[in-house]
Protein backbone atom coordinates (compact mmCIF):
# COMPACT_ATOMS: atom_id res chain seq x y z
CA UNK A 1 0.00 0.00 0.00
CA UNK A 2 1.31 3.76 -0.85
CA UNK A 3 0.83 6.43 1.56
CA UNK A 4 -0.18 9.61 0.21
CA UNK A 5 -1.40 11.23 3.25
CA UNK A 6 0.55 11.63 6.81
CA UNK A 7 -2.95 11.00 8.42
CA UNK A 8 -3.03 7.29 6.43
CA UNK A 9 0.50 6.85 8.72
CA UNK A 10 0.33 4.07 11.81
CA UNK A 11 -0.28 5.75 15.00
CA UNK A 12 3.07 4.23 16.03
CA UNK A 13 4.95 5.86 12.81
CA UNK A 14 3.57 9.46 13.87
CA UNK A 15 4.14 8.81 17.30
CA UNK A 16 7.96 8.06 16.28
CA UNK A 17 7.93 11.35 14.39
CA UNK A 18 6.49 13.23 17.28
CA UNK A 19 9.90 12.40 19.22
CA UNK A 20 12.15 14.64 16.74
CA UNK A 21 9.64 17.50 17.58
CA UNK A 22 8.75 20.20 20.58
CA UNK A 23 5.61 19.95 22.33
CA UNK A 24 4.66 23.07 20.43
CA UNK A 25 5.46 21.81 17.18
CA UNK A 26 3.61 19.09 17.46
CA UNK A 27 0.28 20.68 19.01
CA UNK A 28 0.59 23.88 16.83
CA UNK A 29 1.23 21.04 13.24
CA UNK A 30 -1.52 18.38 14.08
CA UNK A 31 -3.51 19.56 17.45
CA UNK A 32 -6.82 20.77 15.26
CA UNK A 33 -6.08 18.73 12.02
CA UNK A 34 -8.51 15.57 12.37
CA UNK A 35 -10.37 14.19 15.84
CA UNK A 36 -7.95 10.88 15.00
CA UNK A 37 -4.64 12.87 14.53
CA UNK A 38 -5.94 14.70 18.71
CA UNK A 39 -6.38 11.57 19.91
CA UNK A 40 -3.10 10.12 19.00
CA UNK A 41 -0.73 13.49 19.83
CA UNK A 42 -3.56 13.81 23.18
CA UNK A 43 0.25 12.47 25.35
CA UNK A 44 1.74 16.21 24.41
CA UNK A 45 -1.07 18.32 25.77
CA UNK A 46 0.17 17.80 28.72
CA UNK A 47 3.09 19.40 29.14
CA UNK A 48 3.91 22.28 27.91
CA UNK A 49 7.47 23.62 27.75
CA UNK A 50 7.95 26.46 26.14
CA UNK A 51 11.12 28.12 27.12
CA UNK A 52 12.66 27.79 23.39
CA UNK A 53 9.99 29.78 21.73
CA UNK A 54 10.25 32.87 19.80
CA UNK A 55 8.08 36.08 20.75
CA UNK A 56 6.07 35.27 17.67
CA UNK A 57 5.59 31.68 18.83
CA UNK A 58 4.72 32.19 21.89
CA UNK A 59 1.86 34.85 21.40
CA UNK A 60 0.39 32.27 18.97
CA UNK A 61 1.07 29.01 21.57
CA UNK A 62 -1.19 31.80 24.22
CA UNK A 63 -3.41 33.08 21.78
CA UNK A 64 -4.46 30.07 19.91
CA UNK A 65 -3.30 26.47 21.20
CA UNK A 66 -3.75 27.53 25.15
CA UNK A 67 -7.67 27.89 25.03
CA UNK A 68 -8.37 24.11 23.42
CA UNK A 69 -5.43 22.61 25.52
CA UNK A 70 -5.53 24.44 28.85
CA UNK A 71 -7.66 21.98 30.85
CA UNK A 72 -5.32 19.04 30.15
CA UNK A 73 -1.75 20.51 30.66
CA UNK A 74 -0.53 18.93 34.08
CA UNK A 75 3.12 20.41 33.94
CA UNK A 76 4.29 23.89 32.43
CA UNK A 77 7.50 25.11 31.78
CA UNK A 78 8.26 29.07 31.76
CA UNK A 79 11.96 30.49 31.01
CA UNK A 80 13.53 34.17 31.24
CA UNK A 81 16.88 32.18 29.96
CA UNK A 82 15.89 31.83 26.03
CA UNK A 83 12.93 34.56 26.23
CA UNK A 84 13.31 37.03 28.30
CA UNK A 85 10.37 38.37 30.18
CA UNK A 86 8.52 35.53 29.30
CA UNK A 87 7.18 34.58 33.04
CA UNK A 88 6.07 38.10 33.48
CA UNK A 89 4.13 38.09 30.13
CA UNK A 90 2.46 35.40 31.13
CA UNK A 91 1.56 36.66 34.73
CA UNK A 92 0.37 39.77 33.13
CA UNK A 93 -1.94 37.73 30.54
CA UNK A 94 -3.28 35.64 33.96
CA UNK A 95 -3.60 38.56 35.95
CA UNK A 96 -7.52 38.09 36.34
CA UNK A 97 -7.15 35.05 38.42
CA UNK A 98 -6.16 34.44 41.75
CA UNK A 99 -4.48 31.16 41.32
CA UNK A 100 -2.49 29.28 38.18
CA UNK A 101 -4.68 26.35 39.19
CA UNK A 102 -8.39 27.96 37.85
CA UNK A 103 -6.79 28.99 34.90
CA UNK A 104 -4.75 25.30 34.10
CA UNK A 105 -7.02 23.48 36.37
CA UNK A 106 -5.00 20.25 35.83
CA UNK A 107 -1.82 21.74 36.47
CA UNK A 108 0.43 19.83 39.02
CA UNK A 109 4.38 20.99 38.05
CA UNK A 110 5.44 24.05 37.39
CA UNK A 111 9.28 24.81 36.50
CA UNK A 112 10.18 28.67 36.27
CA UNK A 113 13.88 28.90 34.72
CA UNK A 114 15.90 32.27 35.51
CA UNK A 115 13.44 33.73 37.86
CA UNK A 116 13.84 37.25 38.41
CA UNK A 117 12.93 40.22 40.71
CA UNK A 118 10.17 41.32 38.34
CA UNK A 119 8.93 37.66 38.43
CA UNK A 120 7.16 37.49 42.19
CA UNK A 121 3.74 38.57 41.07
CA UNK A 122 3.12 34.95 40.38
CA UNK A 123 4.13 33.31 43.50
CA UNK A 124 0.87 34.19 45.46
CA UNK A 125 -1.22 32.31 42.65
CA UNK A 126 1.00 28.58 43.04
CA UNK A 127 -1.46 27.52 45.79
CA UNK A 128 -2.56 23.77 44.93
CA UNK A 129 0.11 23.03 42.54
CA UNK A 130 2.10 20.20 43.76
CA UNK A 131 5.62 20.55 42.31
CA UNK A 132 7.21 24.11 41.73
CA UNK A 133 10.16 24.09 40.41
CA UNK A 134 12.59 27.69 40.41
CA UNK A 135 16.06 27.86 39.30
CA UNK A 136 16.82 32.08 39.71
CA UNK A 137 18.14 34.18 36.71
CA UNK A 138 22.14 34.13 37.38
CA UNK A 139 22.18 37.31 35.50
CA UNK A 140 20.80 39.52 37.82
CA UNK A 141 20.86 39.17 41.59
CA UNK A 142 18.03 38.86 43.64
CA UNK A 143 17.03 41.68 46.04
CA UNK A 144 16.22 41.15 49.59
CA UNK A 145 12.70 41.57 49.60
CA UNK A 146 11.94 38.73 46.18
CA UNK A 147 13.99 36.34 48.83
CA UNK A 148 11.41 37.51 51.70
CA UNK A 149 8.72 36.78 49.09
CA UNK A 150 10.38 33.14 47.75
CA UNK A 151 10.78 32.62 51.57
CA UNK A 152 7.04 33.92 52.63
CA UNK A 153 5.23 31.87 49.52
CA UNK A 154 7.51 28.44 49.62
CA UNK A 155 8.13 27.93 52.89
CA UNK A 156 6.04 30.56 55.10
CA UNK A 157 1.98 29.87 53.42
CA UNK A 158 -0.47 27.02 53.77
CA UNK A 159 0.42 26.19 50.14
CA UNK A 160 0.58 22.22 50.07
CA UNK A 161 3.58 21.74 48.12
CA UNK A 162 4.96 18.04 47.80
CA UNK A 163 8.45 18.93 46.00
CA UNK A 164 10.08 22.48 46.03
CA UNK A 165 13.24 23.07 44.11
CA UNK A 166 14.90 26.51 44.46
CA UNK A 167 18.40 27.31 42.96
CA UNK A 168 19.33 30.46 44.31
CA UNK A 169 22.62 31.07 42.91
CA UNK A 170 24.08 34.18 44.11
CA UNK A 171 24.38 33.51 48.38
CA UNK A 172 22.01 31.39 48.61
CA UNK A 173 18.79 31.83 50.49
CA UNK A 174 18.36 33.37 54.06
CA UNK A 175 15.42 32.76 55.41
CA UNK A 176 13.77 34.28 58.13
CA UNK A 177 14.12 32.87 61.32
CA UNK A 178 11.81 35.82 63.28
CA UNK A 179 8.82 34.38 62.29
CA UNK A 180 5.96 31.99 63.49
CA UNK A 181 6.78 28.23 62.43
CA UNK A 182 4.69 27.42 59.81
CA UNK A 183 4.80 23.70 58.97
CA UNK A 184 4.32 21.70 55.37
CA UNK A 185 3.51 18.14 56.28
CA UNK A 186 3.07 17.41 52.70
CA UNK A 187 6.84 18.58 51.55
CA UNK A 188 8.58 15.04 50.42
CA UNK A 189 11.45 16.41 48.51
CA UNK A 190 13.21 19.55 48.19
CA UNK A 191 16.12 21.16 46.47
CA UNK A 192 17.86 23.97 47.68
CA UNK A 193 20.63 26.73 48.10
CA UNK A 194 20.54 28.27 51.38
CA UNK A 195 23.00 30.91 52.78
CA UNK A 196 23.95 29.40 55.97
CA UNK A 197 23.75 25.65 57.71
CA UNK A 198 21.03 27.55 60.63
CA UNK A 199 18.60 27.70 57.48
CA UNK A 200 18.83 24.18 56.37
CA UNK A 201 17.87 23.35 59.72
CA UNK A 202 15.01 25.68 60.11
CA UNK A 203 13.86 23.77 56.67
CA UNK A 204 14.01 20.65 58.68
CA UNK A 205 11.71 22.15 61.05
CA UNK A 206 9.25 23.09 58.82
CA UNK A 207 9.25 20.32 56.85
CA UNK A 208 8.92 17.64 59.03
CA UNK A 209 7.93 14.89 56.38
CA UNK A 210 10.63 15.01 53.83
CA UNK A 211 11.99 12.26 52.46
CA UNK A 212 14.38 13.44 49.88
CA UNK A 213 16.49 16.63 50.17
CA UNK A 214 19.01 17.85 48.20
CA UNK A 215 21.16 20.61 49.51
CA UNK A 216 23.97 23.42 49.32
CA UNK A 217 25.00 25.47 51.69
CA UNK A 218 26.57 28.24 50.24
CA UNK A 219 28.71 29.95 53.31
CA UNK A 220 30.04 29.93 56.61
CA UNK A 221 28.56 32.82 59.59
CA UNK A 222 30.56 33.60 62.75
CA UNK A 223 27.32 35.20 64.06
CA UNK A 224 25.50 33.10 67.00
CA UNK A 225 23.28 30.32 66.12
CA UNK A 226 19.74 30.63 65.43
CA UNK A 227 19.04 26.73 65.02
CA UNK A 228 20.37 23.40 66.50
CA UNK A 229 20.61 20.28 65.37
CA UNK A 230 18.63 17.83 67.69
CA UNK A 231 16.94 14.81 67.29
CA UNK A 232 13.57 16.62 67.99
CA UNK A 233 13.75 19.04 65.10
CA UNK A 234 15.03 16.40 62.36
CA UNK A 235 12.80 14.88 59.77
CA UNK A 236 11.56 11.64 60.76
CA UNK A 237 11.31 9.91 57.42
CA UNK A 238 14.34 11.23 55.47
CA UNK A 239 16.08 8.83 53.22
CA UNK A 240 18.14 10.22 50.71
CA UNK A 241 20.43 13.35 51.88
CA UNK A 242 22.80 15.04 49.84
CA UNK A 243 25.34 18.13 51.13
CA UNK A 244 27.57 20.39 49.17
CA UNK A 245 29.48 23.21 49.64
CA UNK A 246 32.08 25.17 48.16
CA UNK A 247 32.84 27.49 51.17
CA UNK A 248 35.59 25.75 53.01
CA UNK A 249 34.41 26.77 56.45
CA UNK A 250 30.66 26.45 55.86
CA UNK A 251 30.19 22.58 57.36
CA UNK A 252 33.34 21.11 59.37
CA UNK A 253 32.73 17.58 59.64
CA UNK A 254 31.96 17.66 63.31
CA UNK A 255 28.80 19.66 62.12
CA UNK A 256 27.84 16.90 59.55
CA UNK A 257 28.09 14.56 62.12
CA UNK A 258 25.54 16.24 64.48
CA UNK A 259 23.55 16.38 61.78
CA UNK A 260 23.35 13.10 59.93
CA UNK A 261 23.29 11.01 63.36
CA UNK A 262 19.96 12.47 64.33
CA UNK A 263 18.97 10.97 61.00
CA UNK A 264 18.77 7.28 61.32
CA UNK A 265 16.46 6.65 58.29
CA UNK A 266 18.85 7.74 56.26
CA UNK A 267 19.50 5.02 53.43
CA UNK A 268 21.50 7.18 50.65
CA UNK A 269 24.24 9.71 52.06
CA UNK A 270 26.33 11.81 49.09
CA UNK A 271 28.16 15.05 50.28
CA UNK A 272 30.61 16.97 47.70
CA UNK A 273 32.73 19.39 50.43
CA UNK A 274 34.79 21.58 49.95
CA UNK A 275 36.79 22.07 53.22
CA UNK A 276 39.98 22.66 55.57
CA UNK A 277 38.72 19.89 58.12
CA UNK A 278 41.62 17.46 58.30
CA UNK A 279 38.64 15.02 59.77
CA UNK A 280 37.25 14.49 56.14
CA UNK A 281 40.48 12.77 55.52
CA UNK A 282 40.31 10.51 58.40
CA UNK A 283 39.14 7.23 56.95
CA UNK A 284 37.63 6.44 61.10
CA UNK A 285 35.86 9.32 61.31
CA UNK A 286 34.02 8.28 58.14
CA UNK A 287 33.31 4.54 60.32
CA UNK A 288 31.85 6.44 63.70
CA UNK A 289 30.02 8.37 61.18
CA UNK A 290 28.33 5.16 59.26
CA UNK A 291 27.94 3.50 62.12
CA UNK A 292 25.60 5.57 63.57
CA UNK A 293 23.20 5.01 60.60
CA UNK A 294 21.33 1.65 60.81
CA UNK A 295 19.95 1.92 57.68
CA UNK A 296 22.57 3.20 55.70
CA UNK A 297 23.26 1.58 52.56
CA UNK A 298 24.93 3.36 50.07
CA UNK A 299 27.98 6.25 51.04
CA UNK A 300 28.88 8.76 48.41
CA UNK A 301 31.08 11.90 48.92
CA UNK A 302 33.23 13.72 47.20
CA UNK A 303 35.91 16.11 49.20
CA UNK A 304 38.27 18.53 48.15
CA UNK A 305 40.80 19.59 51.46
CA UNK A 306 42.91 22.24 51.09
CA UNK A 307 46.16 21.61 53.02
CA UNK A 308 48.94 22.12 50.65
CA UNK A 309 51.26 25.43 50.40
CA UNK A 310 51.78 25.03 46.72
CA UNK A 311 55.56 23.96 46.54
CA UNK A 312 55.14 20.71 45.87
CA UNK A 313 52.30 17.92 45.16
CA UNK A 314 50.87 16.31 48.65
CA UNK A 315 51.89 12.30 49.62
CA UNK A 316 47.88 10.88 49.60
CA UNK A 317 49.36 7.55 50.50
CA UNK A 318 48.69 7.76 54.13
CA UNK A 319 45.20 8.58 53.43
CA UNK A 320 44.69 5.44 50.99
CA UNK A 321 46.20 3.68 54.18
CA UNK A 322 43.76 4.94 56.63
CA UNK A 323 41.05 4.68 54.03
CA UNK A 324 42.33 0.94 53.57
CA UNK A 325 41.87 0.07 57.28
CA UNK A 326 38.32 0.71 57.32
CA UNK A 327 37.20 -0.83 53.78
CA UNK A 328 35.69 2.44 52.23
CA UNK A 329 36.80 1.90 48.84
CA UNK A 330 37.92 5.51 47.70
CA UNK A 331 40.64 7.33 45.00
CA UNK A 332 43.13 9.80 46.45
CA UNK A 333 44.85 11.86 44.47
CA UNK A 334 46.25 15.53 45.03
CA UNK A 335 48.01 18.66 43.04
CA UNK A 336 49.70 20.76 45.09
CA UNK A 337 47.10 22.64 47.36
CA UNK A 338 44.52 20.33 47.40
CA UNK A 339 44.07 16.88 48.56
CA UNK A 340 41.01 14.96 46.85
CA UNK A 341 39.35 11.60 47.97
CA UNK A 342 36.16 10.14 46.34
CA UNK A 343 34.45 7.36 47.32
CA UNK A 344 34.32 4.59 44.11
CA UNK A 345 32.62 3.64 41.61
CA UNK A 346 30.65 6.78 40.60
CA UNK A 347 27.23 4.95 40.56
CA UNK A 348 24.36 7.65 41.31
CA UNK A 349 21.46 5.63 39.79
CA UNK A 350 20.12 5.02 42.89
CA UNK A 351 19.23 8.98 43.26
CA UNK A 352 16.25 10.09 41.72
CA UNK A 353 17.58 14.22 41.04
CA UNK A 354 20.28 14.97 38.40
CA UNK A 355 24.16 14.26 40.27
CA UNK A 356 27.16 15.60 39.81
CA UNK A 357 30.80 15.21 40.28
CA UNK A 358 33.59 17.62 41.06
CA UNK A 359 37.06 16.26 40.12
CA UNK A 360 40.45 17.42 38.85
CA UNK A 361 42.41 16.25 35.84
CA UNK A 362 45.28 14.68 38.54
CA UNK A 363 42.86 12.23 39.63
CA UNK A 364 44.55 10.23 36.59
CA UNK A 365 47.90 9.78 38.69
CA UNK A 366 45.47 8.89 42.03
CA UNK A 367 45.85 6.15 44.09
CA UNK A 368 43.07 4.13 45.02
CA UNK A 369 41.62 1.53 47.94
CA UNK A 370 40.01 -0.99 45.68
CA UNK A 371 41.05 -0.31 41.63
CA UNK A 372 38.40 -2.91 40.40
CA UNK A 373 35.68 -0.41 41.67
CA UNK A 374 37.91 2.48 40.11
CA UNK A 375 37.70 1.27 36.88
CA UNK A 376 33.95 0.98 36.78
CA UNK A 377 31.93 3.26 34.30
CA UNK A 378 30.21 6.24 35.89
CA UNK A 379 25.85 5.69 36.26
CA UNK A 380 23.51 8.61 36.24
CA UNK A 381 26.26 11.16 36.47
CA UNK A 382 24.46 14.18 34.62
CA UNK A 383 26.87 17.09 34.71
CA UNK A 384 31.04 17.02 35.45
CA UNK A 385 33.11 19.97 36.93
CA UNK A 386 36.08 19.28 36.15
CA UNK A 387 38.86 22.12 37.92
CA UNK A 388 42.68 22.14 37.01
CA UNK A 389 43.56 24.88 39.68
CA UNK A 390 45.58 26.43 37.02
CA UNK A 391 48.24 24.07 37.39
CA UNK A 392 50.14 22.69 34.31
CA UNK A 393 48.50 19.51 32.78
CA UNK A 394 48.24 17.77 29.83
CA UNK A 395 45.32 17.23 27.13
CA UNK A 396 45.23 13.77 27.95
CA UNK A 397 45.07 14.45 31.79
CA UNK A 398 41.50 15.56 30.88
CA UNK A 399 40.55 13.35 28.42
CA UNK A 400 41.18 10.74 30.81
CA UNK A 401 38.63 12.06 33.01
CA UNK A 402 36.21 12.53 30.46
CA UNK A 403 36.42 8.92 29.19
CA UNK A 404 35.17 7.61 32.62
CA UNK A 405 32.10 9.62 32.20
CA UNK A 406 30.32 9.35 29.03
CA UNK A 407 26.54 10.46 29.77
CA UNK A 408 27.18 13.60 30.91
CA UNK A 409 25.01 16.02 29.87
CA UNK A 410 26.79 19.69 31.31
CA UNK A 411 30.55 19.68 31.21
CA UNK A 412 32.40 22.58 33.14
CA UNK A 413 36.02 23.14 32.79
CA UNK A 414 37.43 25.73 34.97
CA UNK A 415 41.09 27.23 35.77
CA UNK A 416 42.86 25.42 32.81
CA UNK A 417 46.38 25.35 32.10
CA UNK A 418 46.99 22.77 29.40
CA UNK A 419 50.44 23.30 27.81
CA UNK A 420 50.83 20.63 25.18
CA UNK A 421 48.95 21.06 21.83
CA UNK A 422 48.41 17.61 20.73
CA UNK A 423 46.55 14.45 22.31
CA UNK A 424 46.60 10.60 21.69
CA UNK A 425 43.31 9.91 22.97
CA UNK A 426 41.03 8.98 19.92
CA UNK A 427 38.50 7.38 21.98
CA UNK A 428 36.01 9.79 23.45
CA UNK A 429 32.75 9.88 23.03
CA UNK A 430 29.91 12.25 24.27
CA UNK A 431 27.16 11.24 23.02
CA UNK A 432 24.89 13.45 25.71
CA UNK A 433 26.61 16.39 25.80
CA UNK A 434 24.78 19.13 25.46
CA UNK A 435 25.92 22.78 27.27
CA UNK A 436 30.34 23.06 27.68
CA UNK A 437 31.23 25.55 30.14
CA UNK A 438 34.88 26.14 29.90
CA UNK A 439 36.17 29.16 32.37
CA UNK A 440 38.83 29.60 32.20
CA UNK A 441 42.43 29.47 30.56
CA UNK A 442 45.37 30.68 32.54
CA UNK A 443 46.15 33.98 31.06
CA UNK A 444 43.45 33.84 28.83
CA UNK A 445 45.27 31.71 26.24
CA UNK A 446 43.02 28.79 25.92
CA UNK A 447 44.20 25.56 24.69
CA UNK A 448 43.47 25.39 21.06
CA UNK A 449 43.42 21.69 20.13
CA UNK A 450 41.45 20.88 23.32
CA UNK A 451 39.12 23.28 22.35
CA UNK A 452 38.54 22.41 19.07
CA UNK A 453 38.08 18.77 19.97
CA UNK A 454 35.11 18.87 22.43
CA UNK A 455 33.76 21.96 20.36
CA UNK A 456 34.13 20.80 16.30
CA UNK A 457 33.68 17.39 16.25
CA UNK A 458 30.70 16.40 16.18
CA UNK A 459 31.74 12.48 15.99
CA UNK A 460 32.19 13.24 19.58
CA UNK A 461 29.84 15.82 21.15
CA UNK A 462 27.26 15.00 18.20
CA UNK A 463 24.38 16.70 20.70
CA UNK A 464 26.87 19.85 21.97
CA UNK A 465 24.47 23.18 21.38
CA UNK A 466 25.81 25.64 24.79
CA UNK A 467 29.26 27.40 24.96
CA UNK A 468 29.70 29.47 27.97
CA UNK A 469 33.25 31.25 27.95
CA UNK A 470 35.04 33.68 28.86
CA UNK A 471 35.35 37.04 27.06
CA UNK A 472 39.03 37.14 26.77
CA UNK A 473 39.91 33.23 25.75
CA UNK A 474 37.03 33.18 23.19
CA UNK A 475 38.84 36.46 21.39
CA UNK A 476 42.20 34.95 21.96
CA UNK A 477 40.28 31.76 20.08
CA UNK A 478 39.02 33.92 17.00
CA UNK A 479 42.02 35.74 16.61
CA UNK A 480 44.31 32.75 16.23
CA UNK A 481 41.33 30.77 14.04
CA UNK A 482 40.10 33.74 11.33
CA UNK A 483 38.36 31.12 9.63
CA UNK A 484 37.11 29.13 11.65
CA UNK A 485 33.06 28.86 12.11
CA UNK A 486 31.38 27.20 14.79
CA UNK A 487 27.73 26.76 13.07
CA UNK A 488 27.43 24.09 15.85
CA UNK A 489 26.71 25.83 18.33
CA UNK A 490 23.19 27.28 18.96
CA UNK A 491 23.35 29.54 22.41
CA UNK A 492 26.84 31.65 23.71
CA UNK A 493 26.79 32.44 26.99
CA UNK A 494 29.74 35.08 27.43
CA UNK A 495 31.27 36.66 30.38
CA UNK A 496 34.06 39.38 31.36
CA UNK A 497 35.88 40.14 34.10
CA UNK A 498 38.02 43.16 34.66
CA UNK A 499 41.03 40.95 33.13
CA UNK A 500 39.78 40.52 30.06
CA UNK A 501 39.98 44.38 29.31
CA UNK A 502 37.65 46.52 26.85
CA UNK A 503 35.29 45.06 24.44
CA UNK A 504 36.22 46.47 21.19
CA UNK A 505 34.53 46.55 17.65
CA UNK A 506 37.09 44.82 15.60
CA UNK A 507 36.46 41.90 18.42
CA UNK A 508 33.14 41.51 18.39
CA UNK A 509 33.10 41.68 14.82
CA UNK A 510 35.75 38.32 15.24
CA UNK A 511 33.08 36.79 17.32
CA UNK A 512 30.14 37.44 15.51
CA UNK A 513 32.11 35.43 12.38
CA UNK A 514 32.98 32.79 14.30
CA UNK A 515 29.30 32.13 15.62
CA UNK A 516 26.63 32.92 12.87
CA UNK A 517 24.10 30.55 13.81
CA UNK A 518 23.36 31.67 17.63
CA UNK A 519 19.76 31.64 18.51
CA UNK A 520 20.40 32.80 21.92
CA UNK A 521 23.40 35.15 23.18
CA UNK A 522 24.00 36.35 26.65
CA UNK A 523 26.84 38.39 27.52
CA UNK A 524 27.47 39.59 31.34
CA UNK A 525 30.24 41.37 32.44
CA UNK A 526 31.92 43.36 35.54
CA UNK A 527 31.59 46.40 34.48
CA UNK A 528 29.50 48.58 32.30
CA UNK A 529 32.92 51.16 31.76
CA UNK A 530 34.13 47.89 29.58
CA UNK A 531 31.91 49.02 26.65
CA UNK A 532 29.49 52.16 27.58
CA UNK A 533 31.78 53.93 24.73
CA UNK A 534 31.06 51.60 21.86
CA UNK A 535 27.98 49.96 22.78
CA UNK A 536 25.27 50.91 21.10
CA UNK A 537 26.91 50.31 17.97
CA UNK A 538 27.76 46.86 19.61
CA UNK A 539 24.41 45.98 20.07
CA UNK A 540 23.46 47.26 16.70
CA UNK A 541 26.32 44.91 15.60
CA UNK A 542 24.88 41.61 16.81
CA UNK A 543 21.39 42.10 16.24
CA UNK A 544 22.05 42.12 12.30
CA UNK A 545 24.71 40.06 11.72
CA UNK A 546 22.83 37.15 13.53
CA UNK A 547 19.47 36.35 10.95
CA UNK A 548 18.47 33.30 13.31
CA UNK A 549 18.73 35.53 16.79
CA UNK A 550 15.82 34.23 19.36
CA UNK A 551 17.16 36.34 22.56
CA UNK A 552 20.23 38.43 23.37
CA UNK A 553 20.52 39.70 26.73
CA UNK A 554 23.37 41.69 28.23
CA UNK A 555 24.40 42.50 32.08
CA UNK A 556 26.70 44.14 34.04
CA UNK A 557 27.21 44.01 37.55
CA UNK A 558 28.84 47.34 38.21
CA UNK A 559 27.68 50.64 36.79
CA UNK A 560 25.07 51.33 34.43
CA UNK A 561 24.59 50.95 30.87
CA UNK A 562 24.25 54.10 28.53
CA UNK A 563 21.74 54.05 25.73
CA UNK A 564 20.40 57.40 24.44
CA UNK A 565 18.28 55.76 21.12
CA UNK A 566 16.56 53.50 23.24
CA UNK A 567 15.37 55.40 26.34
CA UNK A 568 12.68 57.52 24.79
CA UNK A 569 9.85 55.17 23.36
CA UNK A 570 9.10 56.87 20.09
CA UNK A 571 12.78 56.81 19.27
CA UNK A 572 12.78 53.39 20.34
CA UNK A 573 9.99 52.36 17.98
CA UNK A 574 11.65 53.60 15.57
CA UNK A 575 15.02 51.66 16.60
CA UNK A 576 13.37 48.43 16.62
CA UNK A 577 11.83 48.78 13.06
CA UNK A 578 15.09 49.65 11.77
CA UNK A 579 17.38 46.98 13.26
CA UNK A 580 15.28 44.09 13.69
CA UNK A 581 13.18 44.80 10.40
CA UNK A 582 9.88 44.49 11.84
CA UNK A 583 6.44 46.46 10.95
CA UNK A 584 5.08 46.22 14.40
CA UNK A 585 6.67 46.56 17.51
CA UNK A 586 4.66 44.07 19.44
CA UNK A 587 6.46 41.41 17.69
CA UNK A 588 9.83 42.26 19.56
CA UNK A 589 9.60 42.73 23.22
CA UNK A 590 12.56 44.80 24.62
CA UNK A 591 13.78 45.28 28.20
CA UNK A 592 15.86 48.24 29.37
CA UNK A 593 17.65 48.92 32.88
CA UNK A 594 20.63 50.53 34.11
CA UNK A 595 22.12 47.15 33.99
CA UNK A 596 20.48 45.05 31.82
CA UNK A 597 19.39 45.27 27.98
CA UNK A 598 17.44 42.37 26.50
CA UNK A 599 15.50 41.76 23.63
CA UNK A 600 13.38 38.88 22.42
CA UNK A 601 12.06 38.56 19.40
Known amino acids: MVVSKFEQLPDEIILDVCLYLRPFEIIDGFGQLNSRLGRTISQFRRHSDIHHLTLTQYQRWYSHLLPYTSKYITKLVLSNWNAPGEINLFNQSTKDYHTLREFLPSLTQLRLIDFSNDDVDILPKLAMIDKILIDIDALRPLQHSTKLLLDRYLFCSAFP ?14 LQHNTDLIINPYLEQLTIIVAHIDDLILLFKRSPNLIKIYAEINSFTSDEPKQYATAEVMPKKLTDFHIQTNDQKALTFDDLFVIVIHIPTIKLLSLDIETTDMDYADGLCWTLLTSRLPKLTRLYFRTRIWMGTGATCIDVSPFVESFARTNLPVICYSDSRVLHIDTIPYDMHEFETN ?13 TTNPELYQRQARSVQSLFLCGRHERTFINDWLHVLNRFPCIQALDLTSVNIFDQTNSNDQLYLPRLLALRYVRSTRCKINIPF ?37 RLKELWLFSSDTDGRIVIKDIDLLLQAFPSLRNFSFLMHSSRSINRHLEQIIEMILCSLPNLISFRMACRKGSFRVPSLVDND ?4 WIKRILHVNQCEHVHLIIRRKEISIWK
Open 571 to 574: VRKL
Open 451 to 487: FLLLVTQSSITPCLRALTIMYGDLIYLCKRLPDTIFD
Open 355 to 367: MSVTTSPVVRYGK
Open 161 to 174: FKEIRLWVGHNGIR
